[in-house]
């Protein structure tokens, strides 16, 4: 009897850590708490949420809002996008999935002409430009320009050059600090009729992105929300 009520202890006391959601640290960036995510709403006053569709896992919705007098207004109609070969939810460099979560926009990016009446900081990609996927690199996750062989630099990288990243937003995930296999290179860039889905980021069509671009504005703080 004292065995089997030993065994039954110990199964209740399991049960709760099984059902009790787990949180990287807030700082990481890989995911937020929910009490995280209000704080980043209430400082915010432009946020982009993307939606996945309910009919396939590659595609989704992304829509603009405003805070106007403390409340969310839409500001754009529904956008399409497509997310992730596997869908939402990464924990891992290569996963293919796209995180989950709230976070901060970083610049803007691209190796195309900066859009005109954009005031949000864009920052110019060239063929000397990467971003850094080798997760035993100390440039892990960062934007590196560098005129070398980036083959023998680094096991793995993004060119910023890459047709797709004609335009882009920095996606602020896993940074301060940056945890190294947690994923990289997370961008809202252009996709074209061709792109069926991402390894991670989030794509609309060029029309839909230069939009965005011209309507971020840095004093707003914007944020991107990204739901499961």
């Given at each position: 009897m004292k065995t089997k009520f030993i065994k039954f202890f110990m199964v209740v006391l399991f049960i709760p850590l099984l059902i009790i959601p787990a949180y990287p640290s807030e700082a990481s960036g890989i995911s937020t708490?929910?009490?995280?995510?209000?704080?980043?709403?209430?400082?915010?006053?432009?946020?982009?949420?993307?939606?996945?569709?309910?009919?396939?896992?590659?595609?989704?919705?992304?829509?603009?809002?405003?805070?106007?007098n403390g409340k969310w207004k839409k500001v754009s109609t529904p956008m399409k996008v497509v997310i992730g070969k596997k869908g939402t939810g990464k924990t891992k460099e290569g996963d293919a999935r796209t995180p989950v979560g709230t976070f901060r926009l970083g610049t803007s990016f691209g190796w195309g002409t900066k859009p005109t009446k954009t005031k949000y900081p864009f920052k110019k990609a060239t063929k000397y430009d990467y971003w850094i996927d080798d997760a035993e690199s100390k440039d892990y996750n960062k934007w590196v320009r560098y005129k070398g062989n980036p083959h023998k630099k680094w096991k793995s990288f993004e060119r910023l050059n890459h047709p797709l990243y004609k335009y882009g937003v920095v996606i602020r995930y896993n940074e301060k600090p940056i945890v190294k296999g947690a994923g990289s290179a997370i961008f809202l860039h252009v996709k074209t009729s061709k792109t069926k889905y991402t390894l991670g980021?989030?794509?609309?069509?060029?029309?839909?992105?230069?939009?965005?671009?011209?309507?971020?504005?840095?004093?707003?703080?914007?944020?991107?929300v990204i739901k499961p």
């Amino acid at each position: 009897m004292k065995t089997k009520f030993i065994k039954f202890f110990m199964v209740v006391l399991f049960i709760p850590l099984l059902i009790i959601p787990a949180y990287p640290s807030e700082a990481s960036g890989i995911s937020t708490s929910s009490e995280k995510a209000r704080e980043l709403k209430q400082e915010a006053a432009q946020m982009i949420v993307v939606t996945p569709s309910k009919k396939s896992k590659t595609t989704g919705t992304m829509q603009r809002y405003e805070k106007r007098n403390g409340k969310w207004k839409k500001v754009s109609t529904p956008m399409k996008v497509v997310i992730g070969k596997k869908g939402t939810g990464k924990t891992k460099e290569g996963d293919a999935r796209t995180p989950v979560g709230t976070f901060r926009l970083g610049t803007s990016f691209g190796w195309g002409t900066k859009p005109t009446k954009t005031k949000y900081p864009f920052k110019k990609a060239t063929k000397y430009d990467y971003w850094i996927d080798d997760a035993e690199s100390k440039d892990y996750n960062k934007w590196v320009r560098y005129k070398g062989n980036p083959h023998k630099k680094w096991k793995s990288f993004e060119r910023l050059n890459h047709p797709l990243y004609k335009y882009g937003v920095v996606i602020r995930y896993n940074e301060k600090p940056i945890v190294k296999g947690a994923g990289s290179a997370i961008f809202l860039h252009v996709k074209t009729s061709k792109t069926k889905y991402t390894l991670g980021c989030v794509a609309t069509s060029e029309k839909n992105l230069i939009k965005t671009l011209k309507w971020l504005d840095s004093k707003k703080k914007p944020i991107i929300v990204i739901k499961p």
